[in-house]
């Protein structure tokens, strides 16, 4: 198996295994990538992936693509949604959208991953409801509720999760977590994002 990656070093570093019958090719640009020919699959994770044109390319692509739906960039039936932001990426289950056939879920479990299908709508699952813990915790610094360091402590200790919101904030990228939610907020005031959140981008 061939598989091709536009990434970040972090991304990077997270996807690859050792398994000694892939053969991981990193490209640095998107010439690079589509320049590759006769790869099992390609992976872009960057964070403009769904703005690019993959016409030339006929072979699975992967794409992180978080506010952008299928729908919306009239991806063709090779292109899969997944979500790349830092600190899901690594993970063992995947979230992804499109049409999911033997031969993805193959390549998928062969770099150790496993999947669940979710409706191609923005933010999948995990990623929205992540980001509205954020824009809570946003919200709960504008009324003085508590400081940042202590509402990421409580959360860890509350909650048992491995980030604080704000933690949470730092590895996806605040502008990434502000974009989902101008996007989720245009049919759902509750996305709305706080002013404090706002005032950061």
Do not use: C
């Amino acid at each position: 198996m061939k598989f091709v990656v536009l990434a970040s070093d972090s991304q990077w570093n997270s996807l690859q295994n050792n398994k000694k019958d892939i053969e991981w090719i990193r490209v640095n640009s998107f010439e690079d990538f589509l320049s590759q020919k006769s790869a099992t699959a390609y992976f872009n994770l960057l964070d403009d992936a769904a703005d690019q044109e993959y016409n030339v390319i006929d072979e699975i692509i992967f794409i992180n693509s978080i506010t952008k739906t299928l729908i919306e960039i009239e991806a063709k039936p090779n292109i899969i949604r997944i979500n790349g932001w830092n600190g899901f990426i690594e993970k063992e289950l995947w979230e992804i959208s499109g049409n999911i056939t033997s031969e993805i879920s193959m390549m998928l479990k062969h770099i150790g991953k496993k999947f669940i299908t979710v409706d191609d709508e923005p933010g999948f699952v995990s990623a929205r409801v992540i980001a509205m813990i954020i824009n809570e915790a946003y919200f709960a610094t504008e009324e003085n509720v508590s400081t940042e360091a202590e509402i990421d402590i409580a959360m860890k200790l509350g909650t048992n999760y491995p980030y604080g919101p704000f933690e949470w904030a730092n590895v996806i990228g605040v502008s990434n977590i502000y974009a989902l939610l101008k996007k989720l907020a245009v049919n759902d005031s509750r996305y709305n994002p706080s002013k404090a959140l706002q005032d950061l981008n």
